[in-house]
């Protein structure tokens, strides 16, 4: 029996039909990849998925009132750390890698409670780092920044407020609470090794003297200043001995203030003394262009060896002379 050959119109039904019936199931590719995609999740993957929904799940938020995050911590090493059911490390955050801890950092609260205690309320920088344990440098840190913020709100210009907050939830921070006692963000009498305290001598003194920190930094150095003058803060030194003698504890307190008032408007005098004679030393010529300093140098006054800092030519640099024939390179000190 000879094939049935359909009519033209039962053809374009036909046709019609296999374009609206949908195609084999697999997902789209893109024109430049000519690897299928995979139609399902990898076995780790699949694993990590449920590890979220469990005990991952604990490490998403961070519950109210905690502070910083929560960091994974090895089994192993929470049986060793004696770590139970509800306890996390906070300070490790790379599990391999244990000798490394985050150190918290100042939140909002306290780096507005620190510009407000120096800029309005009037209170030295040494006093503010000394009363809540914070670094004078991050003081001062916080203030310019804290001064850039204000301006830019003066301005209208917009701030990254959500990625900030973002940031500071992904880290321990330190709040400060000014009607108690704080506890320090970080060591402020922190002094660093001086390269001539590295040095072995012996000195030979009798037992009756009274062999101070002074007399060890002479010792080292005839230049050197002693420990209690190269920390950042040696007020607070002359505080615990007025506590120590029997002075009252308001009345050190306040004297302490009196006394990093002083050592800083000081500092201050010095500094603007400093820019005033260098200021006085140049003499411009202004014109509607440019504006012309000129300064007197000394040729001469280049120092022994002619490698003094305020020698003409040192902000560019003085060629070193380490592969010159003929120089002593012995060292004539110990470092």
Not at 139 to 160: M, P, S, Y
Not at 188 to 198: A, D, G, L, S, Y
Not at 275 to 284: C, D, G, I, W
Request: aromatic share 8%; charged share 30%.
């Amino acid at each position: 029996m000879p094939p049935r050959i359909p009519t033209p119109a039962v053809a374009r039904v036909v046709e019609a039909q296999l374009c609206i019936a949908p195609r084999a199931s697999h997902q789209q590719t893109a024109s430049f990849s000519s690897t299928p995609s995979r139609d399902g999740f990898s076995k780790v993957r699949r694993e990590f998925r449920r590890w979220l929904k469990l005990e991952g799940n604990q490490f998403k938020s961070i519950p109210e009132g905690e502070n910083g995050p929560r960091y994974y911590t090895d089994p192993v090493k929470r049986r060793i750390k004696n770590l139970g059911p509800g306890q996390f490390e906070t300070s490790v955050p790379f599990m391999q890698n244990p000798s490394f801890r985050a150190a918290p950092v100042l939140n909002e609260r306290a780096r507005e409670l620190i510009w407000q205690k120096v800029m309005r309320d009037g209170d030295t920088i040494k006093a503010v780092a000394a009363e809540y344990g914070i670094d004078i440098r991050r003081v001062a840190a916080v203030i310019r920044l804290k001064e850039v913020e204000k301006d830019w709100e003066k301005k209208g210009k917009t701030l990254a407020k959500p990625y900030a907050k973002a940031v500071l939830s992904m880290v321990r921070t330190h709040n400060i609470n000014p009607t108690v006692q704080n506890k320090p963000l970080e060591d402020i009498n922190e002094v660093h090794i001086h390269p001539h305290t590295m040095q072995q001598i012996f000195w030979p003194t009798s037992e009756s003297r009274h062999f101070t920190r002074k007399d060890a930094a002479k010792v080292f150095n005839e230049d050197m200043l002693p420990l209690d003058k190269r920390v950042q803060i040696p007020e607070l030194i002359t505080l615990e001995k007025d506590i120590a003698s029997g002075t009252a504890p308001y009345e050190a307190a306040q004297k302490f203030k009196k006394s990093v008032r002083d050592s800083e408007f000081k500092t201050a005098e010095k500094a603007r003394v400093r820019a005033t004679a260098a200021e006085s030393a140049v003499t411009r010529v202004r014109t509607d262009r440019f504006d012309l300093r000129f300064q007197d140098f000394n040729a001469e006054a280049v120092g022994t060896d002619g490698r003094r800092r305020s020698a003409i030519g040192a902000r560019y640099g003085v060629p070193h002379y380490d592969r010159a024939k003929g120089q002593v390179k012995i060292p004539t000190s110990v470092p």
